[in-house]
C-alpha cells in the first residue's frame, strides 16, 4: 500500500496537483485510466511472482517468445477488430518501433526474466513501484518538466516502500528464512 500511495502522489503531482486538492483529483480523475493502470501494476507484480515459483528456470528467450505470441494474439485480435491495420511508415514510427522491438520487448523482458531467475521475486516486483517516480525525474532532468513537491513526496514514499520490500528480500535467502524475517516482523 505504501507504494501505491508513493506511485498516487507522484502522478498527481506530475499532474499540477497540490497536497490539498489531492482528494479532488482522486474522485475527479478518470477511473477506467486509474483501474486499468492499477490492475496493470497488480498483475506483474503477481505475474512476477507465479513465474518465480512455477517457470523461473525455463529458457529465457522461449519463455519470452511465449509471452510475446499470447501477447501478440491479444492484442492483435483487438486491432483487427478495431484499427484500420494501415501504417504510415515515417522515420519516427521505424525508430519508435524499433525501440520498442529491441529494446523494451527483447532487452527489457531478457532483462527482467533474468532478474527473476537470478533475483528474489519480491524485490523484482518492487522495482515496477518505482517507474512512474523516476519517469518523473527523468522528464524533470531531460524535459526539463516542473518536479513538484507532492512528486517528490511521492517520489521519497515509493522509495522507502520498495527498501523495505528489498530490506527483507536481501536479509531473507530462502522460504524459511522469510518465514522467520515475517514472524519477527
Given amino acids: 500500500m505504501l507504494g501505491i500511495t508513493g506511485v498516487i502522489l507522484v502522478v498527481a503531482g506530475q499532474n499540477g496537483i497540490a497536497l490539498g486538492a489531492l482528494s479532488s483529483f482522486l474522485t475527479a480523475a478518470p477511473l477506467g485510466g486509474l483501474a486499468a493502470a492499477s490492475i496493470a501494476l497488480c498483475g506483474i507484480s503477481f505475474g512476477t511472482i507465479y513465474q518465480k515459483r512455477s517457470g523461473g528456470n525455463g529458457n529465457v528467450l522461449v519463455t519470452s517468445f511465449i509471452q510475446h505470441i499470447g501477447a501478440a494474439m491479444a492484442f492483435g485480435t483487438v486491432a483487427l477488430l478495431s484499427e484500420s491495420m494501415q501504417v504510415q511508415w ?77 530490506g527483507i528480500s536481501i536479509h531473507a535467502t530462502n522460504r524459511h528464512e522469510y518465514k522467520r524475517v515475517l514472524d519477527n516482523a
Fill in 90 to 166: 515515417t522515420t519516427t514510427f521505424v525508430f519508435s518501433l524499433s525501440w520498442l522491438v529491441l529494446v523494451m520487448s527483447i532487452g527489457a523482458v531478457g532483462l527482467l526474466l533474468m532478474m527473476i531467475r537470478f533475483g528474489e521475486a519480491s524485490r523484482v516486483a518492487g522495482i515496477f513501484f518505482l517507474v512512474p517516480p523516476i519517469t518523473a525525474l527523468e522528464a524533470y532532468i531531460f524535459l526539463h518538466e516542473t518536479l513538484t513537491g507532492l512528486a517528490i513526496l511521492g517520489l521519497a514514499v515509493t522509495a522507502v516502500a520498495v527498501t523495505l520490500v528489498s
